[in-house]
């Protein structure tokens, strides 16, 4: 059973910044992308960034790019969406999601999920 947990969501200030982490449950974590989502209230859930295996290469949706940074330890079986200048209308659950090897950007693509971390951004 594959397991993903984020943490690091919070309430913070236009401008401002976070960093969620994405820790997953799995002996083989090099093997797998690690994607993030987004759903703000009222909107269908919308990819945010991702990054393969090796963390060589990285995909941003054009509303994150040059504003967040996605990374990660595979010794800490760990990813992290690094988020800066924030706006309120990054407000929204973020997510992240694994799948075994392939870069791929569709949601539905992905078979594990973690349960989700509410990022708010007040003006």
């Known amino acids: 059973q594959v397991q993903l947990a984020e943490s690091g969501g919070g309430l913070v200030q236009t401008g401002g910044s976070l960093r969620l982490s994405c820790t997953a449950s799995?002996?083989?974590?090099?093997?797998?992308?690690v994607a993030w989502f987004r759903q703000a209230p009222g909107k269908g859930r919308e990819f945010v960034s991702l990054i393969n295996w090796s963390g060589s290469s990285t995909v941003y949706a054009d509303s994150v790019k040059g504003r967040f940074t996605i990374s990660r330890d595979n010794a800490k079986n760990t990813a992290y969406l690094q988020m800066t200048t924030l706006k309120t209308e990054d407000t929204a659950v973020y997510y992240c999601a694994a799948r075994y090897m392939s870069i791929v950007t569709n949601e539905n693509q992905y078979p594990y999920w973690g349960q989700g971390t509410q990022v708010t951004v007040s003006s």
């Open positions: 799995l002996r083989t974590f090099t093997a797998y992308t």
